[in-house]
Structures are given as structure tokens and as C-alpha cells.
């Protein structure tokens, strides 16, 4: 259903801007058995900008853009 909602948006998605920003949750695993900091900051856009890729073709030129920080030093 998720997909569904956003593969119909009716405007152009020119940028979407992907920020891993969750750092202070304790370590834990999810039901998947996947470090939920992770899941959360990497697999979550990467199913964001899959769900969306037909909005972001349709709205060419568009762009993803990823940033991270260096907190994990």
C-alpha cells in the first residue's frame, strides 16, 4: 500500500535528500535479525528511493542525494 501511495504522487520529485540521522538508540537487532542503526539509516533509503523510482524517472532530471556524518568516530 505504502508503494502504491507514493509510486502515484501527483507532483514532480526533483530531489529527495536521504540523512542517516538516528545515532543514540541502543544496540539492538530488528525481527530481521539486522542491527536496527543500520536498518534504519541505510536500508530504509534504500527502500525509499526504490519506492519512488518511478516518480523520480518521471520527474527527470531528478536526483538522490545521500549524506552521512561522521559521528561514528
Same mark, same amino acid.
Given at each position: 500500500m505504502f508503494y +502504491?501511495?507514493?509510486?502515484?504522487?501527483?507532483?514532480? +520529485?526533483?530531489i529527495l535528500v536521504c540523512n542517516a540521522g538516528v545515532c543514540t538508540q541502543p544496540w539492538s537487532l530488528t525481527e530481521d535479525g539486522l542491527e536496527s542503526t543500520f536498518q534504519s539509516c541505510h536500508l530504509g533509503h534504500f527502500l525509499l528511493?526504490?519506492?519512488l523510482?518511478?516518480?523520480?524517472?518521471?520527474?527527470?532530471?531528478a536526483r538522490v542525494v545521500v549524506v552521512s556524518s561522521e559521528s561514528h568516530r
Open positions: +502504491l501511495l507514493l509510486s502515484s504522487l501527483p507532483r514532480p +520529485l526533483h528511493v526504490q519506492c523510482q518511478e516518480v523520480l524517472r518521471r520527474s527527470a532530471p
